[in-house]
């Protein structure tokens, strides 16, 4: 398939389930648009006034590459609901990072705790994945950022749109550093409540390990741990107070198999169980043995 008329496909805003539909269906994304084109497939006026757009150059002035889903990172890539393909500023690591997920209403204690667990797996070596939203996501790309480490935030809006607008700097500085802001959503798509819960996915999708630390029984977090439950990926879940709303979610997964984080050492330990080694202490591994094998 062509990557243009992919790209054409994916600006014109589709929800992300109706694009995989008319892809199986209409075998590719050329005759999708042929048949959007004739009329063969129903769509909103707002969106046939997109077919004309250029939105290879859309891209290129948002400053984002696109990444085919062939060439996405295996953990996503090989997923059945993965998108046809994203949008990225910055770099996106190959490796299963740990998303850090949870509530936009956090609580002073949740919030601490999601920076403290962001730094934590930031200095092991382990990208961090996670939403770039308020509260819980939010804490835990300041943590990965004190921590010296790589994030990866997926947005439910364009790569060049800033929501929540008080983060605009925490997206720039991951960026900065080495880590990347990733959408399967046009440049210039403005955020709405139905864009986020798909991609949650790719939240999951990106990451080895889903750390929920503080979700009530409704909203984002639990949608991420669900996927990636369903992605066959391990979740973890820090326990709360049973009388609070915030942790009421992440009891719930505790009760229903979800590993427990107990405390910081605890969370490393779980997740060199499922990731292996931590990245640093692996190469700190080889760089020994590679000083060895040269005096012998």
Avoid at 202 to 226: C, H, N, W, Y
Avoid at 275 to 296: I, M, Q, R
Wanted: charged residues 20%.
């Amino acid at each position: 398939m062509s990557l243009d008329d992919r790209l054409r496909l994916a600006s014109l805003g589709l929800h992300p389930t109706r694009v995989q539909a008319l892809l199986a269906e209409w075998d590719g994304a050329k005759a999708v648009l042929r048949a959007i084109e004739g009329g063969r497939v129903k769509v909103g006026d707002g969106i046939h006034g997109r077919l004309g757009v250029d939105a290879t150059a859309e891209a290129a002035n948002a400053g984002a590459t696109v990444i085919a889903k062939e060439d996405l990172p295996a953990a996503l890539a090989e997923l059945p609901d993965a998108p046809d393909l994203v949008y990225v500023r910055g770099n996106l690591p190959a490796a299963p990072g740990v998303a850090i997920v949870g509530s936009r209403a956090a609580t002073s204690y949740g919030r601490k705790l999601a920076r403290t667990l962001g730094r934590a797996a930031a200095e092991q070596g382990w990208v961090v994945v996670s939403g770039l939203a308020r509260g819980i996501d939010g804490e835990a790309h300041r943590g990965c950022l004190e921590g010296g480490g790589v994030g990866v935030a997926v947005l439910g809006c364009g790569v060049d749109v800033t929501y929540p607008v008080e983060h605009g700097d925490l997206a720039s500085s991951l960026v900065e550093n080495g880590g990347a802001l990733v959408s399967e959503y046009a440049p210039g798509t403005p955020p709405a409540p139905w864009r986020f819960p798909p991609r949650n996915r790719i939240i999951s999708g990106l990451a080895g390990v889903t750390v929920v630390v503080e979700a009530s029984v409704k909203g984002g977090a639990l949608i991420t741990a669900a996927r990636a439950l369903e992605q066959g990926r391990t979740v973890l879940a820090v326990p709360g107070d049973v009388q609070r709303a915030t942790s009421r979610g992440c009891n719930m997964l505790i009760r229903d198999g979800a590993y427990p984080v107990l405390d910081v050492d605890d969370f490393i330990t779980s997740l060199t169980f499922v990731l292996g080694l931590p990245p640093k202490t692996a190469d700190a591994g080889l760089a020994v043995s590679g000083e060895g094998g040269n005096d012998s």
